[in-house]
């Protein structure tokens, strides 16, 4: 019997029959599609060991033959970011037009190409092109498994899989900060296309989302991906949930006026976009893009190469501990602790490099001061603005505006990560790095007070209850 109505599947009631085998097809197509993401991250890291290397006199390390200028510096940091704001909504119109799989093997493409292109660079110049089309990839890394993932998941392992794919970009952090560490630019550069490079290796066997698939009209071809995704033998249970994404997008379809314009979908752009605001003000792209060349620089005993595994160990550890928390604590509570203890962070790390930029007498005896503070920093925006704001965007859209709405929250938050790394350096060289520390913990702390007044829990509630708040 199949069912065509949103009454007729209330009557039916939702099947409780739970499947004996485990979802191995599911969380393989998740964690291949999350290897974009471990991409995203290794493209974040990239900088902070390249920028030392690039900084150096010495020819046999830095590929360009001479260092850097203060501009250039903030140039390679800021064209992956501005390309990404440039791009996100074309890879959003890709994904609707010709489906979500496709996308992300064009994504992994261009990504592969764009590292290759960097490796072989010899200008810096070529470095600006590019870094630019690496940068348009990173933009579609983010939007396409954002949707594809929220797409493919089972009410009962949607928060399992958001956790795998906040994990990745952590991993592809360390990703980098190891492998930065001990060889060349150029050998790094092509270990950081390999990502990518698996993704397309494993893309053949994957499904496209069955969301996409019922909104071309090709609902043989989505029974037969969700039954693949779902591998359950009660057929009651699969029907009734291909019935509800299928009566999802008649019901998208049906809404008067744009869908672009309605209530629930602006109050989904301002909610993603205010965690994700205060997840960019919270300073972490400060640490991640520029944490060799800072405590290199600060005279510090361990170098920035170190420090940089250390970042990323950390990251990834307290990710796994949040994460087995989160159903417990709630979404709210922790973005809000981890929101209060970054902007602690900041204000001391910011005292740490204004007691070394006054040739303090104290700074010789607090170096432990910066390791601690920085470890605390990690840790703090771990537990909530690391894991939090990604998987967020995903839930907070419906059906018929999540890539677009995904593309629009990414396009505003990437233009203002953009302007964070373009300025560091320069705020850094002129005024002292210690105000961007102290910036961050001000944006850091009002950005608390905003979760506190505007922040909507979602823990604990499906993807329709949480439409109904965003209408509501």
């Known amino acids: 019997m199949v069912l065509s109505t949103h009454e007729s599947l209330e009557i039916l009631g939702h099947p409780n029959t739970k499947s004996r085998n485990t979802h191995?097809?599911?969380?393989?197509?998740?964690?291949?599609?999350?290897?974009?993401?471990?991409?995203?991250?290794?493209?974040?890291?990239?900088?902070?060991?390249v920028l030392p290397k690039l900084h150096s006199n010495d020819s046999t390390i830095n590929p360009l033959g001479q260092p850097i200028t203060t501009i250039q510096t903030a140039l390679i940091?800021?064209?992956?970011?501005?390309?990404?704001?440039?791009?996100?909504?074309?890879?959003?119109?890709l994904l609707d037009k010709?489906?979500?799989?496709?996308?992300?093997?064009?994504?992994?493409?261009?990504?592969?190409?764009?590292?290759?292109?960097?490796?072989?660079?010899?200008?810096?110049?070529?470095?600006?092109?590019?870094?630019f089309i690496f940068g348009c990839s990173l933009s579609g890394d983010v939007v396409?498994?954002?949707?594809?993932n929220n797409e493919i998941a089972d009410d009962i392992n949607?928060?399992?899989?958001?956790?795998?794919?906040?994990?990745?970009?952590?991993?592809?952090?360390?990703?980098?900060y190891i492998f930065g560490s001990v060889t060349s630019f150029k050998v790094f550069t092509l270990i950081c296309a390999g990502p990518s490079s698996l993704f397309l290796l494993a893309s053949p066997f994957l499904v496209d989302s069955p969301t996409f698939l019922i909104t071309k009209h090709k609902r043989f071809e989505a029974y037969r991906a969700l039954k693949k995704l779902r591998v359950t033998e009660c057929q009651e249970s699969l029907i009734?949930?291909?019935?509800?994404?299928?009566?999802?997008?008649?019901?998208?379809?049906?809404?008067?006026?744009?869908?672009?314009?309605?209530?629930?979908?602006?109050?989904?752009?301002?909610?993603?976009?205010?965690?994700?605001?205060?997840?960019?003000?919270s300073g972490i792209l400060v640490v991640n893009y520029y944490v060799a060349s800072i405590f290199n620089d600060s005279g510090f005993g361990l170098s920035g190469d170190c420090l940089g595994i250390l970042v990323g160990v950390v990251q990834i550890v307290t990710y796994i501990i949040i994460l087995v928390l989160i159903q417990r604590i709630g979404k709210r509570r922790l973005i809000l602790a981890s929101s209060l203890f970054c902007s602690i962070s900041m204000f001391f790390l910011g005292l740490y490099f204004y007691l070394s930029h006054i040739k303090s007498p104290i700074f010789d005896r607090i170096h432990w001061i910066a390791i601690v503070f920085v470890i605390f920093y990690l840790i703090s925006y771990g537990m909530g603005l690391g894991a939090i704001p990604m998987g967020l965007v995903g839930e907070f859209f419906c059906e018929n505006t999540r890539a677009i709405g995904s593309a629009l929250v990414f396009t505003v938050s990437d233009s203002l990560m953009a302007l964070i790394v373009f300025s560091f350096p320069i705020v850094s060289e002129t005024y002292g790095i210690y105000i961007n520390f102290w910036?961050?913990?001000?944006?850091?702390?009002?950005?608390?007070?905003?979760?506190?007044?505007?922040?909507?829990?979602?823990?604990?509630?499906?993807?329709?209850?949480?439409?109904?708040?965003m209408k509501n």
């Open 240 to 281: 009734w949930e291909y019935e509800k994404i299928k009566n999802s997008v008649i019901e998208g379809r049906t809404v008067r006026g744009n869908r672009y314009c309605t209530r629930a979908f602006i109050r989904a752009i301002l909610q993603s976009l205010l965690s994700l605001f205060v997840q960019q003000l």
């Open 439 to 469: 910036f961050h913990c001000i944006g850091s702390l009002v950005g608390c007070v905003c979760l506190f007044f505007f922040f909507v829990e979602t823990e604990g509630k499906s993807l329709l209850e949480v439409q109904n708040i």
């Open 77 to 93: 940091a800021f064209i992956p970011l501005s390309a990404g704001s440039l791009t996100h909504l074309f890879w959003a119109i």
């Open 24 to 49: 191995i097809f599911l969380y393989f197509t998740a964690i291949t599609a999350d290897l974009l993401l471990v991409s995203f991250g290794s493209g974040l890291a990239w900088t902070s060991p």
């Open 144 to 148: 396409a498994v954002v949707v594809y």
């Open 98 to 131: 010709i489906g979500r799989k496709l996308t992300m093997i064009i994504i992994a493409t261009n990504a592969s190409c764009g590292l290759l292109g960097i490796a072989y660079a010899s200008n810096i110049y070529s470095y600006y092109i590019c870094l």
């Open 158 to 176: 949607r928060g399992r899989l958001g956790c795998l794919a906040a994990l990745s970009v952590p991993s592809g952090m360390l990703f980098s």
